[in-house]
């Protein structure tokens, strides 16, 4: 499985930014997906999940009603829709895959893309 995420960038507080992660080599609908981050210094944090068809999702207290994660099976894609960013939001996001939606452990990972806010 590959995994390769884009778009991310620099965006003031406040700005909005959609990451994108393009799955390949295996079937993506039998995979939930996940999006993680890391700041400078800190470990990796959970951000998002949905599960494989879409009709569930998941996401940190520090990012409920901000952040939406969806997903297009036919375009082999999960997206993670961010809004109203904040400064604390700076750090290199990952998306994941699992087999597994509900507290499974993620089999495979993309290389980050970088998010930085400014205040």
């Known amino acids: 499985v590959q995994l390769v995420e884009s778009g991310g960038g620099l965006v003031q507080t406040g700005g909005s930014l959609r990451l994108s992660c393009a799955f390949s080599g295996r079937t993506f609908s039998s995979y939930a997906m996940g999006w993680f981050r890391q700041a400078p210094g800190k470990e990796r944090r959970f951000v998002a999940a949905i599960n494989w068809g879409g009709d569930s999702t998941d996401y940190a207290d520090s990012v409920k009603g901000r952040f939406t994660i969806s997903r297009d099976n036919a375009k082999n894609t999960v997206y993670l829709q961010m809004n109203s960013l904040k400064p604390e939001d700076t750090a290199v996001y990952y998306c994941?895959?699992?087999?597994?939606?509900?507290?499974?452990?993620?089999?495979?990972w993309g290389q980050g893309t970088q998010v930085t806010v400014s205040s």
């Open positions: 994941a895959a699992s087999p597994w939606y509900d507290g499974g452990e993620y089999d495979y």
